[in-house]
């Protein structure tokens, strides 16, 4: 039997547990957040036992709260006192308009933070019950271990559904032929970190692009277990190989494309290119954008170094796939992301049905809040469906079907239509809109939230 000394359990280490855990901390209450990595068990994807580890990208995107959906949830997650947008912040990384970040260091600053938190005691255990009583967080993630999983399809009455989420290689900077390669940002829109010159990118003409492709669709994958064969893979994050099946062209007008990309030693846009992003601080590892895949690694080495600039390319690591599980949530959670059948039990994260780092925290975060107003006594509204919290919220506990429910990232598409004659005008009006919500928001609730301050 373990102490109840604490207020709530929180079910996972991730980037939604974590900022779940910060946020109760913060509020005064004391967190058992429980992590079963430390422990001796190990998911098929994660590399270590760091809190918030970042495993695909090391991109929260786009950085822009002005006309970008997930530039506008960054600005309200700080304006909540986000853990994880703190240390994004802390060990950010230059990378154009969007925020990349130092993964490594990220992991280990939010770790370091919830460790020194006197609220908070982190168990390195294995949970494959869902507890019977008390007030509980879920944030297990898609990586949700089988036994747990199990529990987590028996309480919601039908068992979880299932994608493939795909990890892109990455690459030793030194191994980088740069006669042949440059550094740039799009329409050379960098940060000032990297000096405006974000990535690296590998130039293609015509003849080497469709070269490439038809190594990348001649390239063996593997097979898939049985278990795996009909699991549908998540738009978002298709593998490189699925995307070239699609098409001769699709890569160019996807990961590939060149547009807004001089090539220094010609003055014009090459026919496709491939890009890379620093992925540490030290510069020394830079991830393929957009190249996740399931090809076998020899042959991911062999088709890769068929990129011009990446001929002698050696690979910190490489590509791969895994499963990720999701709840049906706009058929088993009420609008506070409380199980119907057992309300002391919140989900939170990519479990959820949300898609992005980002929005994994910030459905942590929500989840913590609703729980600080509920142990207050005050529970507390969900945020407003014009800000991108309560748009990202909306669609995974009500707004979506529940019998098409898959997993999505925030955008403005999930907000309130504004009335806006010209469609230049329509991003900033959502965001402008959505600051004003959620001000409203936090000031109407400020007995609830004595913490925050706008």
């Known amino acids: 039997m373990r102490d109840r000394n604490y207020d709530v359990h929180i079910i996972g280490g991730g980037l939604a547990g974590s900022e779940a855990a910060w946020q109760l901390a913060e509020a005064g209450r004391r967190v058992r957040l429980s992590e079963m990595r430390g422990s001796g068990d190990m998911t098929a994807a994660h590399q270590g036992d760091g809190l918030a580890e970042m495993v695909c990208s090391n991109s929260f995107r786009s950085d822009d709260g002005d006309h970008n959906a997930v530039g506008l949830l960054h600005r309200e997650m ?28 990220f992991s280990a600053e939010v770790t370091r933070r919830l460790h020194a938190h006197p609220n908070i005691n982190i168990v390195r255990e294995r949970i494959d019950i869902l507890p019977e009583s008390g007030p509980t967080i879920v944030a297990t993630g898609p990586l949700t271990a089988p036994r747990l999983a ?47 010159k974000d990535y690296i990118n590998c130039p293609m003409d015509k003849p080497q692009y469709h070269a490439f492709v038809e190594e990348l669709l001649a390239a063996d994958t593997g097979d898939f277990r049985e278990w795996e064969k009909d699991t549908p893979y998540f738009e978002a994050c298709m593998p490189i190989e699925v995307m070239a099946s699609r098409g001769p062209e699709t890569l160019r007008f996807g990961p590939m494309k060149a547009v807004g990309l001089d090539n220094p030693r010609t003055g014009r846009w090459p026919y496709a290119v491939v890009q890379l992003r620093q992925d540490n601080r030290l510069g020394t590892l830079w991830n393929m954008v957009g190249f996740q895949t399931k090809l076998k690694y020899a042959e991911q080495t062999r088709v890769f170094r068929t990129i011009p600039g ?35 039990i919140r989900f939170a994260g990519q479990i959820t049905g949300c898609e992005g780092y980002v929005e994994s925290a910030a459905i942590g975060l929500v989840s913590a809040l609703f729980w ?14 014009d800000s991108a919290l309560g748009a990202l919220l909306g669609h995974i506990t009500h707004g979506a079907d529940s019998s ?12 309130p239509p504004v009335d806006v004659p010209k469609k230049a005008d329509r991003k900033l009006a959502y965001t402008r809109r959505a600051d004003a919500a959620l001000r409203g928001w936090i000031a109407e609730n400020a007995a609830t939230l004595p913490s925050i301050t706008v």
């Open 78 to 105: 700080r304006m909540l006192g986000s853990l994880i947008m703190a240390a994004a912040d802390k060990h950010a990384l230059p990378a154009g308009s969007a925020l990349a970040v130092d993964r490594e260091a």
């Open 150 to 196: 199990d529990a987590i399809g028996g309480a919601t009455g039908r068992d979880a559904l299932a994608f493939f989420d795909a990890i892109a290689p990455i690459v030793h900077r030194d191994s980088i032929d740069m006669d042949v390669a440059w550094m740039a940002s799009r329409w050379d829109k960098g940060s000032a970190l990297g000096d405006g």
């Open 310 to 344: 990446l001929e002698q390319a050696e690979f910190a690591r490489l590509g791969g796939l895994h499963r990720n599980s999701f709840i049906r949530s706009p058929e088993v959670l009420d609008t506070r992301l409380a199980l119907h059948n057992q309300p002391h």
């Open 372 to 385: 600080i107003g509920d142990l207050r006594g005050s529970p507390l509204p969900p945020p407003p469906a």
């Open 404 to 415: 098409q429910f898959q997993p999505m990232n925030v955008n403005f598409g999930l907000f």
